[in-house]
């Protein structure tokens, strides 16, 4: 007979932990799609404190190959370009689909190489051979011919910047038929091909951009440039040409005072050091035009911005940027915060501070770093945002201590995650937010809790590699007994809290298995806030789930 007590435990809600994560702590493996997921939303083939470039290919490739359901690699390229905001991570799923579903491949080509960078970066893997390609078949030279025939004149300029490989390697490569003398001219001049090999084109068919480009790299005064720049009445246009395309030959603070007047929103918020270099904030009136437009909250509300942009901002900006310019940033993420959901009732977030964290969110430790914003700034920023949203909700940051945290609501949301991100630095132990939680505000309703972390738990009760409750990772174990008090708490027809993990490194395991109340997520784009939310109010909308809801 039965052991009815057995059965109706608590321990037998506990799942048994079946995998070790990168620190050697226990874990639950993911399912090769999910752990997919979570490459193609963090991964960007650098170094991270576990993993290095190396080890990311490798696992990348072997999950793809684990993987047979090609519809679903290719909304997952869109998913990564589109939402994620990555660029190496879809290119690579795109290369991966080049040998394997070459209709799939062209179908999501255009919206996942949709700018020069992405293109360059997929040439490179495609000519590595890591995908099972060395060069360029005649399918994928049509996907580069068309690209490269139907980009505009300002999308090639673009793509023109930066080098190994160089657009001109990939026009050498590709070889398009030019449509017109329009694009012949263009290639040959992209090419660094003499005039007389464009024949029958010739230096008018050149688009006027590229005329006006070469014009002002050829202007012999500083006043010539900015007349280019700001254009004239009559059929003459301004030159609209990216800051990068002028800056070598730039004449003086004047002009690169003009280019600053033309810099969209992003290049703006991404340069300020640039502009400081060059003496542009040396003016009264250019420092306060920059930070009005910084702080425009109507371009904010309307392109989307989350926090996360202007931190990193905050973050990389020079101690001799001007104190308005960086008030402006913290005004742009108060009023990006707005972008950020309400989510349908107060949150314990958990926000891993330990010693792993300190490495930069997109990888590569120490020298080279590719960003100075960490996985610890990120999860700060994260942590803030989400209060200040739902400002009922309690913020508890951890390494193998929970530390008590008082929050200023008069604090600025960069400010907050400023000070959220000094704590700790120690060993990560992923159960304390939740063991905390139901200890010290035990009388408190909650929808649920959200970790921040880059998942790598290896300590439970001070213990090195302990098991929770039948074999259990310690965030189930403790999981299991919030669940159950706040279900007390609540009564009624409340069907229970949710536990979301939010991963912000390349993982292949996870502290809490996928199960109805249990959302793991992959990334710090706003397409996280989205799925939290959606999760929180239903249960139809998972992470890998919405990147299946993806429409080719």
Known sequence: MANKSLFSSLKSLVPKATARNDAGGIAYAFSPKQALAQFAATGCFHGTFYADAEKQLERLKELTAQVDDNVFLAKLAVYSRERAYLMDMPAALVATL?????????????????????LRTLFQMIRSGQFGKKSLS????????????????????????????????????????????????????????????????????????????VEFRMAETAEQQIALLQGTSGERPALRARWDLLADTAKGTEVWRAIAQRMGPQALRMNLNTLQRHGVFEDVAMVREVADRLADADEIRRSCQFPYQFFAAYLNASNDVPHAIKAALHQAAEIACGNVPELPGPLVIGLD??????????????????????????????????????????VIPFDTRAFDVKIDPSDSVLSLAERLAKFGGGGTDCSLPIRKASAGYANRKFAGVVLVSD????????????????????????????????????????????????????SQTTQAPERSDILNIGGFSDAVFEVINAFLKSDTDRFVTEIESVTL
């Open 138 to 213: 005649s399918s994928l030279q049509r996907a580069f011919q068309r690209w490269l025939n139907q980009a505009s004149p300002d999308k090639l300029l673009s793509a023109s910047i930066g080098h190994d490989p160089s657009l001109r390697d990939i026009l050498r490569m590709a070889r398009p038929t030019p449509l017109d003398n329009s694009r012949r001219a263009l290639f040959g001049w992209l090419t660094d091909k003499e005039q007389s090999k464009w024949a029958p084109a010739t230096a008018i068919d050149l688009p006027v951009q590229v005329q006006l480009l």
């Open 98 to 118: 080049a040998s394997r579903d070459t209709v799939l491949f062209h179908q999501v080509f255009d919206r996942v190489i949709d700018n020069g960078r992405v």
């Open 353 to 394: 501070v330990s010693g792993s964290m300190q490495s930069p969110v997109t990888g590569t430790r120490g020298r080279g770093s590719t960003t100075k914003m960490r996985c610890v700034d990120v999860a700060a920023l994260v942590a803030a945002a989400f209060l200040r949203r739902n400002p009922d909700s309690v």
């Open 455 to 506: 998942n790598e738990s290896w300590v439970y009760q001070g213990r090195p590699y302990f098991y929770g409750t039948n074999g259990s990772t310690g965030v189930m174990t403790e999981w299991q007994q919030f669940v159950q008090n706040q279900v007390r708490l609540h009564g009624g027809n409340f069907e229970g809290p949710k536990l979301i993990c939010i991963d912000l490194q390349p």
